[in-house]
C-alpha cells in the first residue's frame, strides 16, 4: 500500500498514513533498539480507509539500526 497507493485486499486507493511515533515512557508505535526511548525507530502505518486492512512500515534510513540491534534476530 505504501509504494502502490492502493489497497491489496480491496483494491481502494483510499489510503490514510498514521506517522509512527515514540511517547513517555516508549508509548507509541515503534521498536525499542536501544536502552533509551531516543534510540527507538518509529513505525508508520498504512490503512485502507474501506476495508480496514493495515500495513507497518519502517523507514529506509531506520533499517540498519534495526539490524544492528541486539535485539534483532534472524529468522
Known amino acids: 500500500m505504501k509504494n502502490t ?3 491489496p485486499k480491496c483494491d481502494c ?25 531516543f534510540s527507538s525507530i518509529n513505525v508508520n502505518r498504512y ?3 474501506r476495508c480496514g486492512y493495515s500495513e507497518e512500515w519502517i523507514d529506509r534510513e531506520d533499517l540498519p539500526k534495526v539490524v544492528n540491534s541486539k ?3 534472524s529468522i
Open 47 to 49: 490503512i485502507c480507509c
Open 13 to 37: 486507493t483510499s489510503i490514510v498514513r498514521i506517522d509512527g511515533y515514540t511517547g513517555s515512557y516508549g508509548a507509541g508505535n515503534n521498536i525499542p533498539v536501544g536502552a533509551t526511548i
Open 5 to 7: 497507493k492502493t489497497c
Open 71 to 73: 535485539k534483532a534476530k
